[in-house]
């Protein structure tokens, strides 16, 4: 019987996804306070897959959350724990981990030449509010009154596609200019 070998993750990759978590909270803790914070949180979520690619990426982003889940005050406004992640606007936290999935399909079908890079950004984002929107939406029902998907993208979503556009074309920048120093997978 053949011994399958289970493929590790290496100390520099451990290091790397330990380096952008601690750069995930450090951008979601740059806050301008609203009904969902404005944060550079997404810039981080964008350089983390960016730059360190789909597995390790989506690695990091699912231990930012679990970190937040256990009670680190990893997430916007030093906030954390179960009430935060299954709270009105958790959602959009937990669908980090579809953007970052969303993102590893992608770059790993179109490969990571910019426009790839891009496009995959702006799809995992959408797919990040889609989830975030429709948890919302059920959050905020069972808490306070029900709320229409237009008026929930309305207040969840509209305010901030600029900023992350914005966001995603900065992370882009990086992604370019710093790869070539970083060397994992």
Do not use: H, R
Not at 22 to 43: E, G, R, Y
Not at 64 to 75: D, R, S, T
Request: hydrophobic share 55%.
């Amino acid at each position: 019987m053949k011994k399958v070998k289970a493929k590790n993750i290496k100390t520099l990759d451990m290091v790397c996804i330990a380096l952008f978590v601690a750069l995930i909270t450090v951008c979601s803790w740059v806050s301008i306070p609203s009904t969902v914070p404005l944060t550079m949180q997404t810039f981080g979520i964008f350089c983390a897959v960016g730059l360190l690619g789909g597995k390790s990426g989506t690695i990091t982003i699912i231990t930012y959350v679990l970190l937040g889940l256990v009670g680190a005050p990893v997430f916007a406004g030093f906030k954390s724990g179960v009430g935060t992640l299954f709270g009105a606007t958790g959602g959009y936290i937990i669908g980090f981990i579809f953007l970052a999935i969303t993102y590893w399909i992608i770059t790993s079908l179109f490969g990571e030449k910019t426009i790839a890079m891009i496009i995959a950004m702006l799809v995992s984002l959408i797919v990040c509010y889609a989830f975030g929107t429709a948890w919302f939406v059920l959050m905020y029902a069972q808490n306070f009154k029900e709320m229409g998907v237009v008026s929930a993208i309305n207040m969840c979503v509209v305010p901030f596609i600029i900023p992350d556009v914005f966001k995603i074309f900065l992370a882009t920048f990086v992604v370019k200019k710093v790869s070539p120093y970083i060397k994992t997978q």
